[in-house]
């Protein structure tokens, strides 16, 4: 069964790019009718932060992902153990004691000599009494032996990759404190949960290159990869744990509607036009992953709330019936919906319904005194203004905005809002 998961590291608050991610694994799991995990990937205790792992929860339960299992790479320390036992029995992974001085040294005169800063494996050469020596001072760190042959794999979105293992460094799996690292966990998980497909940020392609060999060094398949272009500010800057303005808890704080930016990421960075969804399974329908460029592509905050206000005007009140303001009935909803930027600004026409002062010009105060005096009983219904106006109009010879701007001030207390025919039933002054 296709199975896709999300992996985030719970050491900051997720991003745009990030939950580019998400949404791209939980389409292409869901187009498949297949599984979606959430891994929380926090064998880095020092960085992992418990808020940080229920703020990432809380992000995507706000988009409409759901997923269909949860794992934690922190309880699952004694597999991770068990996997690189088996590789050091087949002679795949080998101790270092490098420091990162002398590390940083090296990369330091293979970058002035012009050659790419691959790691030399002087590990490998050391003698038995020389590695007892380093032993006796201190814990190893330790690599996987790569082998010397290309790694090939046909990307979801950049098309076939081939990277020699010689561009590559072996990658070091347990540091010296015993801390297993992403790229060993990440390769145990995704085998033992049957991940059928990965989809990541093009930043981890070495990654998935030097991953390949460990699948197989393990015994298992490979997973499909598919690496999309990073996402950045509008700026062209990274984007960051940190981000401000782009961070999803800012974009919904600033009302950005969750269906607007699910509809954003299924389909910004891509070769078709973003268009309106209002839910993943709607998304998934037509979900095509080849149709991302590998090309970098931009995030504007702004973009995004014009879209949301666009899809926020023509809501179906099932999308906002659970966050919309107290008091807020579907009836209202529908009555101020095209004057909506935000959810939360139903809640200010709420108050003016139910009383706003009103605003009367000098020069209108006759004419609304005596309209007012033609207000039809209660209850009012969609007609009424329609009623009222004509009748008015009639009497006073007004008409157009001398006729109806000095009403909807009265009744308002704003020059500008939702049609009145659809408003007055609510109002309750
Ligand atoms: N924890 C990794 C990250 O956040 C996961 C990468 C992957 O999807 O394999 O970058």
Avoid at 255 to 260: D, I, L, Q, S
Wanted: proline letters at 6%; charged letters at 25%; hydrophobic letters at 45%.
């Amino acid at each position: 069964m296709t199975t896709t998961r999300f992996a985030p590291s719970p050491t900051g608050a997720l991003h745009l790019g990030n939950l580019r991610t998400a949404v791209l694994n939980a389409l292409v799991a869901r187009a498949a009718g297949g599984r979606f995990l959430l891994r929380i990937d926090d064998t880095d205790a020092a960085r992992s932060e418990e808020r940080f792992v229920e703020a990432i929860r809380a992000d995507l339960r706000w988009l409409g992902l759901d997923w269909d299992g949860e794992a934690r790479q922190s309880q699952r320390l004694a597999t991770y153990e068990a996997a690189a036992e088996r590789l050091r029995a087949a002679g795949r992974l080998y101790p270092c004691w490098e420091t990162e001085g002398e590390l940083a040294l090296m990369r330091r005169a293979l970058l002035n000599a012009k050659k790419p800063p691959v790691y030399d494996r002087a590990a490998l050469r050391l003698s038995e009494a020389e590695k007892a020596a380093l032993a006796a001072e201190r814990p190893p760190h330790w690599r996987f032996r790569l082998e010397e042959r290309a790694m090939e794999w046909e990307d979801g979105i950049l098309g076939p990759q081939r990277i020699a293992a010689s561009a590559v460094s072996d990658p070091v799996l347990i540091r010296e404190d015993g801390q297993f690292l992403y790229t060993l966990c990440s390769v145990v998980d995704d085998a033992e949960m049957g991940v059928t497909d990965v989809v990541r940020g093009a930043d981890h392609v070495t990654n998935t290159a030097t991953q390949i060999q460990i699948f197989e060094a393990l015994g298992a398949a490979s997973p499909r990869f598919a690496h999309h272009a990073l996402m950045t500010g509008p700026g062209g800057e990274k984007l960051s744990k940190r981000a401000g303005a782009l961070s999803v808890a800012s974009l919904r704080e600033a009302g950005v509607e969750p269906a607007a930016l699910l509809s954003w990421l299924a389909r910004s960075g891509s070769s078709r036009p973003v268009e309106p969804v209002w839910s993943v399974a709607e998304a998934a329908a037509d979900f095509d992953l080849s149709v991302f460029s590998p090309a970098p592509s931009q995030a504007s905050a702004e973009e995004i709330a014009q879209l949301s206000a666009k899809m926020l005007r023509e809501a179906p009140w099932e999308a906002v019936a659970t966050r919309a303001p107290e008091g807020v009935t579907e009836a209202f909803f529908h009555a101020v919906r095209p004057n909506l930027d935000r959810l939360e600004d139903a809640a200010d026409w709420l108050r003016i319904a139910k009383g706003a002062p009103a605003v009367i010009a000098p020069e209108d105060a006759e004419f609304v005194a005596e309209a007012l005096a033609m207000l039809p009983p209660r209850p009012w219904t969609e007609t009424t203004w329609r009623e009222w106006t004509d009748a008015v109009k009639a009497k006073s010879g007004r008409k157009g905005k001398a006729l109806f701007l000095p009403l909807r001030r009265v009744l308002t207390g704003r020059s500008h809002g939702p049609d009145m025919g659809a408003f007055m039933p609510f109002l309750e002054r």
